[in-house]
């Protein structure tokens, strides 16, 4: 039924107060997979006095194409904040694809906005019993992740001696957080045994794809993924062989990156001092160089100590495949024929493949 609440006309259902507009583009020069309504400022009014009545407010955006009905729910928490005129609240394509496949899909974007995305024959159940956030494949990773930031700052020194103890296989790379992110995960999803979810793959088996993560459906592999390690300041994280990427995305379906971001302090910064003790570190473990020891071997990127501040879930699939990633050359082989072409994970185009994110101290969004 309608009513009259701070003087706008709203949809009631039960105890929820219902206030709804057109999701529309956003027009040049921004992407074609972002999508938007406007917030007026008489919403924020009726909020106000709903709260105050004991009534739960929705900011609901309709979006209709082809025959295609979704809902987009945003959470008024942070727009009742702002206390803006006409601010916008933002919803992407794979969120909408998302909520077609699945019935219901809720996010955190980027800003904090909580955003859940409804298939219309989905609408009165999720209105009655709300958002389940139960997901197995990614409560690993809600676990995982809350076990690497406990960490705190990791000292290379520190990780590499760990990775050392069981022999990893890339102990002794320079570019060790990513490959102490390997080990972590692995030693975790066996410590919890999960590997029925997913299973790490540092050895990759015969007739496998060459990603670090398989997702698992009983005994076969619903679909792949890879785990990747980024500076919070990078604005771009190199993929994968993007032939090999298309053929695996065009035999699964989709595909998840699962991308760690960290803050970092680099030995240059502090007088090369832990890169000196790592390149120590390295001769006295057995590590023959070839081109003879160097104590400043990797000094110009050699990072003295990371914390693993942000994570998120991405996952690549028919709807948005050709607008998140870009492929860029790797420059040219030491013999002088050129590398191969690498997908590449735009972080400006995040909201549209983002399915899951957590940070540091991160509050579990509503389940309502």
């Keep these: 039924m309608t009513d009259v609440v701070a003087g706008v006309r709203v949809v009631r259902f039960r105890d929820q107060v219902i206030l709804k507009k057109q999701v529309t583009h956003l027009g040049r020069p921004w992407p074609g997979f972002k999508k938007r309504i406007q917030i007026p400022r008489t919403w924020l009014e009726v909020e106000r006095q709903a709260s105050a009545s004991d009534l739960q407010t929705r900011f609901v955006g309709i979006y209709h194409y082809c025959g295609v009905t979704i809902f987009v729910d945003f959470d008024p928490a942070r727009y009742a904040r702002q206390k803006a005129n006409n ?50 494949r990614l409560d690993v990773f809600r676990a995982f992740s809350s076990h690497l930031f406990s960490m705190g700052r990791i000292d290379a020194l520190t990780a590499v001696n760990a990775m050392h103890e069981v022999r990893w296989p890339d102990r002794f790379q320079g570019e060790w957080p990513g490959f102490f992110l390997e080990y972590e995960f692995d030693r975790f999803v066996r410590t919890e045994g999960v590997q029925g979810l997913v299973e790490f793959q540092k050895v990759k088996a015969n007739g496998r794809y060459d990603y670090d993560l398989a997702f698992k459906s009983g005994a076969t592999v619903a679909y792949y993924g890879d785990l990747k390690a980024s500076d919070v300041v990078k604005q771009e994280s190199p993929g994968n062989d993007a032939e090999d990427f298309a053929r695996c995305l065009a035999e699964f379906g989709r595909f998840w990156y699962v991308v760690y971001e960290h803050e970092t302090v680099h030995a240059r910064d502090n007088g090369d001092v832990a890169t000196i ?92």
């Excluded at 992407?92 to 859940?116: C, P």
């Design 87 to 136: 601010s916008a609240a933002h919803v992407a394509t794979n969120d909408l694809h998302q909520a077609q496949v699945n019935g219901r899909f809720r996010r955190v974007d980027r800003s904090g906005n909580v955003v859940t995305s409804v298939r219309a024959d989905s609408l009165q159940r999720y209105l009655i019993e709300g958002y389940d956030s139960h997901q197995p």
């Design 277 to 368: 003790a790592w390149n120590e570190w390295r001769r006295s473990a057995g590590h023959l160089a070839r081109k003879g020891y160097n104590p400043l071997s990797y000094a110009r990127r050699f990072k003295e100590s990371v914390r693993f501040t942000r994570m998120s879930v991405l996952e690549v699939n028919d709807a948005n495949a050709g607008v998140v990633l870009g492929e860029f050359a790797q420059g040219q082989q030491p013999d002088g024929a050129a590398r191969a072409l690498k997908v590449m994970i735009k972080k400006r185009n995040v909201d549209n493949f983002l399915i899951y994110s957590h940070t540091v101290d991160q509050p579990a969004p509503s389940r309502s």
